[in-house]
């Protein structure tokens, strides 16, 4: 996975979301880490990572697991949320405040460098041909289509375009309301650049 630094931009971003929320730097660098643990040779060598990603996350008072129902996701959610380890739902005011990164997509690096100079070239042929507004809705996709996925932008099903609409374009893209007012004709964009249909089209 890509490290971002931990920049002025990255925390500008954390304090429009609230006080004490995770920069995506931090989302990124905990994902990084959650999947070198899971690749770990040894129990010493993931705990490491695992005490590591705890730290943290930890600094921003949130606290990480791994989610195994279903498809394993990484699940960062605010510490006083818990008690004794456990999550108490009645203490949970604001599920916004959680952030869950999917883990399905691969985590070679070569295959992930291939895929994000792929992502990053077709944001840049929608910069030029459409502008900056629609190309930073398109940085975003390719973000997640990256990061979450592992996966070319125009590859991403239905149900994973949508997911980047509901949960990832809000809680972490940052967007302007002007990007926020055509981020979906910035997706159509992105397929016709792509060459291909928009999924469930």
Known sequence: MSEKDNTPEDDTAADEQGEGAL????????ERLTRLAREAIDDSE????????????????????????????????????????????AR??????????PLSGPGD???????????RELVEQVREEHG???ARNATAYADFAGNHYAKPVESLTENEMQEFLDEYY??????????????ERSLELVYETAGERVPGS
């Not at 920069?23 to 905990?30: L, M």
């Not at 690096?109 to 992502?119: G, S």
Request: glycine residues 6%; negative net charge; proline residues 6%.
């Open 23 to 30: 920069p995506q730097s931090v989302v990124d660098e905990a």
């Open 46 to 89: 993931t705990e490491a990572y695992r005490d590591r990603r705890a730290d943290l996350v930890g600094e921003y008072g949130y606290a990480a697991r791994v989610r195994t129902e279903g498809e394993e996701t990484l699940v960062c959610y605010p510490q006083d949320w818990l008690e004794d380890g456990v999550v108490q739902i």
């Open 92 to 101: 949970i005011e604001d599920t916004g405040r959680a952030v869950e990164v």
């Open 109 to 119: 690096p070569d295959e992930w460098r291939d895929v994000d100079e792929h992502n």
């Open 132 to 134: 900056e507004v629609h």
């Open 170 to 183: 809000p809680r972490n893209a940052w967007p302007s309301e002007e990007q926020t007012a055509v981020v």
